[in-house]
T-cell receptor, first 114, second 112 residues
């Protein structure tokens, strides 16, 4: 079963606007990761945020994590046509086992119109 | 560094045939994994390995076998292909089992 649920499933915006994607999950996590996938390509990691962190930045990307609400958001500021891609959140949880697993959500398809 | 490489890029199989999808990484990562990606389903974990000689099942392991004899290679074997295994397969690696993953370019498999 999918751990992460992303919202919205699809987002269409104009260049220069901000894009916000949300991810909710059901169980405890050790970290949460965001990835981008361009059409027909493999996934590329964007940001990893640990369970004891609340916010991280990388260039035009800002990720927040609220463990009390079991949710995360990815904000892309001043979007560009090149940001058009699918964006996935993935939750990592080791729990009581020796080795954890990374579980992906279904993704948000972002389209940025020039 | 080549990163994570996968072969072949495309493959068509008939039902019942077997094949091996190859995956290799040159980053000396201990953790490697296989995912399948289906429309509307996101990525689902098939098998993973935390080091040479150590593998474990993921979410959808049935119909697939893996082994890890070296740090670099993590092949995925389809024992008897079924149309339900038509999918895009991604291999990934990471330094440890909790760190971010580096993905290969994928193998698009069609089973007729």
């Amino acid at each position: 079963s999918q751990q992460g649920e992303e919202d919205p499933q699809a987002l269409s915006i104009q260049e220069g606007e901000n894009a916000t994607m949300n991810c909710s999950y059901k169980t405890s996590i050790n970290n949460l990761q965001w990835y981008r996938q361009n059409s027909g390509r493999g996934l590329v990691h964007l940001i990893l945020i640990r369970s004891n962190e609340r916010e991280k930045h990388s260039g035009r990307l800002r990720v927040t994590l609220d463990t009390s609400k079991k949710s995360s958001s990815l904000l892309i500021t001043a979007s560009r046509a090149a940001d058009t891609a699918s964006y996935f959140c993935a939750t990592y949880f080791a729990g009581g086992t020796s080795y954890g697993k990374l579980t992906f959500g279904q993704g948000t398809i972002l389209t940025v119109h020039p | 560094n080549a990163g994570v490489t996968q072969t072949p890029k495309f493959q068509v199989l008939k039902t019942g045939q077997s094949m091996t999808l190859q995956c290799a990484q040159d980053m000396n990562h201990e953790y490697m994994s296989w995912y399948r990606q289906d429309p509307g389903m996101g990525l689902r974990l098939i098998h993973y390995s935390v080091g040479a000689g150590i593998t474990d099942q993921g979410e959808v392991p049935n119909g697939y076998n893996v082994s890890r004899s070296t740090t670099e290679d993590f092949p995925l074997r389809l024992l008897s292909a079924a149309p339900s295994q038509t999918s895009v397969y991604f291999c990934a690696s990471s330094e440890t089992h909790g760190s971010w993953q580096y993905f290969g370019p994928g193998t698009r498999l069609t089973v007729t």
